[in-house]
């Protein structure tokens, strides 16, 4: 279909799949914007495309983008191929509980998301962390050390601290990463490099090498050690508010999706999901976008902003700068995963870290009670050391850690093999993190969003929202020169 | 597992899949489309048989393999379905087809057919099966877990 009407006819078809999206809660199809806020209208077409802009992708980078623009009056379609909204993140069930099988994490040290939570009223939800009943370290060679919840305080806060140390000078301004040049410098330089020179025990050293597996989605001699020390000076240069920055508080009233939700009901942008996109193709005029049914849409201009790993399966024609297609092909390696236990009996609050190569790499109780028993996320940050669909191998590591607890159910959300992520988080491997910049790079009419494009907490929620905000000021002010330049409203 | 459990599980999924070849399934039949009254009659029948055979031991399985399912795929007629379509009348259902449901097009509008072949095949390599489709799960290896789950989600099933 290459419709060049304004508005696309309202069909049979097109009824249902709103019907059908509305029913399954993912989907966000409203030209009525939330309570008294009504967009702007929008303004009448200057040209014969389908739409002013089209954003590819659903998650928090392309909801904000589309919103960012969708006030402005720009007409805009939102193309996601999941059947649902979120990305990386996604409000699921488990065992009547809602849970968030992606990336969770907000934090008022965080200013995008924050800004948006406020924005559409949505509060924290912390989960227990704090008070800790338990807590486990497996080492490396998977001896467990049942250590006391101080003691495990100790090692765990003392080598983030020893690590971190040179986060203040070397990120005086995180949200302009290579202010000091002392950063590029240590580009090459691997997370597991930098620990190495810290001489830490035992548990300091397992503690912190599952941190930094977790965050890298990778063993930490393949990740960018300032990358790391970057997050950290973004939290305050802070031990504690960094861990609560990571662990401690979800977004409340409806999870992640409720938020996505609201601010793609804010934009009223067009949604269609289940649209997988093949090519983009731009010329002189236009952005044209085919999906693998066939359909094409135009528009003046395009926003990409799924995960980096993806862009491999979109044709671009003319093709992606070389330092784009470079950074593609090498930067990011996030092998992380997601899964949920629950247990018959209240294992109480726990905290465990189980060091590379151990699959699990982090276990946290997210509620417990003597009716309902125990249920802890586990986030995987090499999903690739264990199969997750195999309940007797997911059981034999958790009957090692938790030996009298029995296990109710599982679930897992695998973000490394979904086709539409390829990786879970965003992570830099050594030596690209000084490069992020040329994803983020406007290329003709072509512009770019998504984490791994973020300034500031690029494995984040709130870089996602910010790249999204950068991306759609972009799109404004290049739209706004073509428009004085060919003298068109 | 003990023993005694597995030559349990092991009995009902051969009863299941003694009963599906006496009702004459042929692997063709997931070629077919459910536009045929015989071939549709006989998915039903293999779903059917599925149930019917199912041991409490085999369901107590199929619903711990379910939970993997569960946080995409509502059951109940009308439950929530937060990440995929309903799984609520899938026996003998044409793939792809719930009226508005934003399928890829990996997955839209298939000529197969839900049989219990066919599901079990899928369930074993969903991205093999259908490539491009957006069902991220990677697959269950374990035969007789997928004969546990395709067992549960019979019982559940408006047969």
């Known amino acids: ?489 | 597992m003990t023993g005694l459990k597995q030559t349990a599980l092991f009995r009902s999924l051969l009863a299941a899949v003694t009963l599906w070849l006496i009702a004459g399934c042929s692997a063709d039949l997931i070629e077919e489309t459910a536009s045929n009254p015989l071939e549709t009659k006989q998915v039903t029948a293999d779903w059917i048989a599925v149930k019917q055979s199912a041991t409490d031991s085999t369901l107590e399985r199929g619903q711990r393999m379910f939970q993997m399912c569960a946080g995409c795929h509502g059951l109940a007629e009308g439950e929530f379905s937060p990440g995929g379509p309903s799984l609520y009348g899938v026996a003998g259902r044409n793939v792809g087809s719930i009226d508005g449901f934003p399928y890829t097009q990996a997955m839209a509008n298939k000529p197969e057919v839900w049989s219990v072949e066919h599901m079990n095949t899928f369930i074993a390599a969903p991205q093999s099966v259908y490539p491009g489709t957006s069902m991220a799960y990677t697959g269950l290896n374990n035969p007789e877990d997928r004969a546990a789950l395709i067992a549960f989600i019979a019982s559940k099933s408006p047969l």
């Not at chain 1, 907000?106 to 800790?132: N, T």
């Not at chain 1, 040179?166 to 990120?171: A, R, T």
């Open chain 1, 1 to 489: 279909m290459n419709n060049q009407d304004s508005k696309p006819p309202i069909t049979r078809r097109s009824v249902l799949m709103a019907a059908a999206a509305v029913s399954a809660g993912t989907a966000l199809q409203s030209c009525a914007p939330p309570g008294d806020q009504p967009i702007a209208k929008q303004t009448p077409k200057s040209h014969d495309l389908d739409f002013d802009v089209i954003v590819i992708g659903g998650g928090f980078a392309g909801v904000t983008a589309a919103r960012e623009l969708g006030v402005e009056g720009k007409r805009v379609l939102l193309l996601e191929a999941r059947p649902r909204l979120g990305g990386r993140t996604f409000t699921g069930n488990f065992q009547g509980k809602k849970v968030e099988f992606g990336g969770s994490a907000v934090h008022w040290i965080q200013p995008h998301v924050f800004a948006e939570m406020q924005r559409y009223g949505k509060g924290f939800e912390e989960v227990p962390l704090v008070d800790l009943d338990a807590t486990n370290v497996m080492l490396s060679s998977g001896e467990i050390k049942r250590i006391s919840p101080s003691e495990f305080g100790e090692a765990y806060d003392s080598a983030r601290i020893a690590f971190c140390a040179g986060s203040k000078e070397l990120f005086p301004r995180p949200y302009s990463p290579f202010f000091k040049p002392g950063v590029l410098e240590l580009s090459n330089v691997s997370a597991a490099d930098h620990m190495e020179s810290l001489g830490l025990n035992e548990l300091q050293k397992a503690t912190l090498n599952a941190e930094l597996t977790l965050y890298g989605g990778a063993p930490p001699d393949e990740f960018s050690y300032t990358s790391f020390l970057k997050i950290y000076a973004l939290a305050a240069w802070d031990y504690y508010v960094f861990s609560d920055s990571e662990k401690r508080y979800k977004i409340s009233d409806g999870g992640t999706l409720g938020l996505c939700q609201a601010i793609l009901d804010h934009s009223g942008a067009e949604v269609r999901l289940g649209k997988v996109v093949a090519k983009v193709h731009q010329d002189q005029n236009a952005i044209r976008v085919e999906t693998t049914d066939g359909q094409t849409v135009s528009a003046k201009a395009a926003v990409i902003t799924v995960p980096t790993k993806v862009y491999d399966d979109i044709d671009f024609t003319p093709g992606l700068s070389n330092e784009k297609r470079e950074f593609i092909a090498n930067a990011e390696m996030c092998d992380g995963a997601c899964l949920f236990v629950r247990f018959k009996q209240n294992l109480g609050n726990t905290f465990s870290f189980c060091d590379d190569p151990n699959p699990f790499t982090a276990i946290q109780t997210e509620y417990f009670d003597d009716d309902f028993g125990t249920i802890v996320k586990v986030t995987l940050g090499r999903q690739s050391l264990i199969d997750l669909n195999d309940h007797d191998a997911v059981s034999a590591v958790m009957k090692r850690l938790f030996p009298k607890a029995e296990i109710e159910a599982i679930s897992s959300y695998n973000w490394a093999t979904d086709p539409f992520s390829r990786q879970a988080w965003p992570s830099y491997r050594v030596g690209w993190f000084s490069k992020y910049k040329e994803m983020a790079k406007p290329e003709g009419r072509l512009f770019f969003a998504g984490g791994a494009t973020a300034d500031g907490w690029h494995a984040y929620i709130d870089g996602a929202v910010e790249s999204g905000i950068r991306a759609g000021r972009e799109v404004r002010q290049a739209l706004a020169e073509e428009s004085a330049s060919t003298g068109a409203s």
